[in-house]
Each structure stands twice: as structure tokens, then as C-alpha cells.
């Protein structure tokens, strides 16, 4: 229903003037507040992984409360945030469109995919301010909200490495693509650091957008890696890598109550969601990419370009709370924690796939 209404604003002002563009004036409960507009893919907001990690910065921003009602650790920012859900790729333009006919202050787009739509539509609105998180672009007015996916991969492969008994972890990828690439290779360089015997069996879901959407596909492909000896599992590939949690929870515990196989979460925290399967997550802070670009706006001082989000800048980390301390000894801990040392030092240079 919101995006219908959307389109409709949208086609309401490109038929005045003969197809000039026009703003319509903010509604009632919009006056007087910086007006945020947000554009999930198609995984949605409510994937628990990528998209997930970006509304809950929007909420943030607006309320003070995460999406489940607990409190941030940020203050509100006071905004009027909408969102969308396209649901599929062709749905993804028109709702960027109908947010600029009506003068939003920052439009952001979720997700790579979105980028050339986002510049198409930013061109056409060069004083409109927009984000695109894993995106990138040259335009002025469009922020590129980057992260350096790599370094956090591979402290998570370190982890994996160490906790393994077999030796053999799996990676199960979504699409196909040099940005996930950037998460096998990080994996594969951590846990080779940590254990140079260690054999990483690398999966990708698809080529399409449909590959982050996909469980049942990623419960596949996990079954198959444990066949084939892997005891942990790293998937970066949105809702379809939710199968590969339903996989290593299929998979049982041991005598002592320790699951047999582990998976690791990616994006946000999601050690919650198979308690004692989970071995950790690679948390991609695109929570607090997106709230600072929202804070930069409120302020009156966005600026378009690159915004780099590494362990440096608390960008990326692997997630440690009640549901999985008692599942990693602190040998392992203490080793992935010099390694981030080391990398925020630049002694240590993960590779970056998406350079190759």
C-alpha cells in the first residue's frame, strides 16, 4: 500500500507542466522535520541480516528505539522516516522517484544493486541528498556508504578455524559477485592464519537477485558442505542463508549438549537466532553507517562521496554476548583480537576481492 501511494504522488507530478518535475508540499506530520526516505531490496526489512541492520539505524534516528523496542545507544534525531519494500527490482526506481518529486531531505538505498538506479534518479535531482549502502557513485549528491567486509571475515575465519575439529568450514555465498567474494576471502585468509591445514569449501546461492532470497537453496548447499566434513559455516547471502542455520540445528548436538556443527552469522547479530548454533557473526555496522549519514544531514553537513567503515572505524567486528561466549575458548578470542590489532596497525593486509 505505501508504494502504491508513492507511485501515485509520483505520477501526479510528472503529468503537470507537461512533465516537469514538482514538489508537493509535506503533509501535516511532516512540517518542520528532516524527512528520510528508505528503499529496502528485496530481502526486505525484516530479514534479520543486511536490510535488518539499516532500519534499525533509521529507527534510531527517529525514535531512540530499535525496532523491537529496546533503546539505542544513540540519541533520537527527531526525523520523518518512510520506507519502502519493493519486493522486486522494477519497483525499486519509481519509489526513489516519488521520495525526490516530494523534497525528501535523504533518500537511501539498500543494497549494490540499487547504485546505478540510485544515480539515475540523483542525476535528475541534483539538490537532493542520497546514500547508497555497498554502492558506489561519483555524483555529488550521493554518499557511498562502503565497508571493508574483509577484515571482519577474517577474524570470523580465525574463530572458525580454531573451534573446528574436522578442519573444514564451509562458505556459503549469495549471488555470485565480487562483494562476496570480499567475505570468502577474508574467511579463507583468517582461518588459514589460524590454522594453515584448514580447507574452506566455498558455495554461492545464484547469479540473480533471487540468490538472497532463497533459504531453501542455502539449507541445501549447507547439508551438502556437511556431508563433506565442514563443522562451521560462514554465509554472507541475506534470507538464504537463514537455510543454513535450519541446517547445522538438523545436524544435533553431542553427548554434552554442544552442537555438532556451527554457522556464523553475517550483517547484523545473529546469535539469537539458533541459541548454541550459532558460533558468532560478522556484524557489518550498517546500522551505524546509516545513522551517521542521517546525523550528517540533520546537521547540515552531508557530504557525497566515499564513507569508509572498516575495524577501525567500528564497521565490522564479530559479535560476543551470552547466547555464544561459552562457545569459543579465550585462546581463540585472544588471537582474533591481536589479529584486529594488527590489521587496524596494517600489519596485517587482508585482501580485498572486490580489487583483484
Known amino acids: 500500500m505505501k508504494l502504491r501511494l508513492f507511485l501515485a504522488a509520483a505520477l501526479s507530478c510528472a503529468l503537470v507542466a507537461g512533465g516537469a518535475s514538482c514538489r508537493r508540499a509535506p503533509r501535516a506530520d511532516e512540517s518542520g522535520k528532516i524527512r528520510v526516505g528508505i528503499v529496502f531490496d528485496i530481502g526486505g526489512k525484516d530479514d534479520r541480516s543486511f536490510n535488518a541492520a539499516a532500519y534499525e539505524g533509521v529507527k534510531c534516528a ?19 522516516l ?9 519497483s525499486i526506481e519509481p519509489a526513489m522517484r516519488a521520495f525526490a518529486e516530494r523534497g525528501y531531505d535523504l533518500i537511501i538505498g539498500v543494497g549494490f544493486a540499487q547504485a546505478p538506479i540510485m544515480e539515475l534518479v540523483a ?47 564451509g562458505f556459503i555465498g549469495g549471488m555470485d559477485i565480487g562483494l562476496i567474494h570480499r567475505f570468502a576471502t577474508g574467511y579463507e585468509e583468517g582461518a588459514k592464519a589460524a590454522r594453515p591445514d584448514a580447507r574452506v569449501i566455498v558455495n554461492y546461492v545464484g547469479v540473480t537477485d533471487s540468490a538472497w532470497n532463497n533459504p531453501g537453496k542455502g539449507k541445501e548447499l549447507a547439508l551438502s558442505q556437511i556431508g563433506k566434513g565442514a563443522d562451521v559455516i560462514f554465509t554472507a547471502a541475506g534470507n538464504s542463508g537463514l537455510g543454513a542455520f535450519d541446517a547445522v540445528e538438523q545436524a544435533g548436538k553431542d553427548a554434552s549438549g554442544r552442537a555438532n556443527r556451527f554457522v556464523i552469522g553475517v550483517d547484523s547479530n545473529q546469535n539469537g537466532v539458533k541459541p548454541g548454533f550459532v558460533l558468532t557473526s560478522m556484524v557489518k555496522r550498517v546500522d551505524n553507517a546509516v545513522y551517521q549519514i542521517v546525523s550528517d544531514v540533520v546537521k547540515g553537513q552531508f557530504k557525497g562521496g566515499f564513507h569508509v567503515y572498516g575495524l577501525d572505524a567500528d564497521g565490522v567486528a564479530y559479535s560476543m554476548d551470552d547466547f555464544n561466549r561459552s ?19 596494517g600489519e596485517i593486509k587482508v585482501t580485498d576481492a572486490m580489487t583483484k
Open 123 to 169: 542525476k535528475d535531482y541534483p539538490d537532493i541528498n542520497f546514500a547508497i549502502v555497498d554502492g558506489a557513485s561519483q555524483l555529488p549528491n550521493v554518499a557511498s556508504l562502503v565497508f571493508k567486509e574483509h577484515e571482519g571475515s577474517y577474524l570470523v575465519g580465525m574463530i572458525a578455524a580454531k573451534e573446528s575439529k574436522t578442519g573444514v568450514l
Open 62 to 80: 527517529e525514535t531512540g528505539r530499535k525496532p523491537d523496542g529496546t533503546p539505542c545507544d544513540k540519541p533520537t534525531l527527531g526525523i520523518m
Open 327 to 345: 562457545l569459543i575458548s579465550p585462546d581463540a578470542i585472544r588471537q582474533a583480537e591481536e589479529a584486529r590489532q594488527k590489521i587496524i596497525a
Open 82 to 90: 518512510r520506507d519502502v519494500e519493493p519486493g522486486n527490482p522494477t
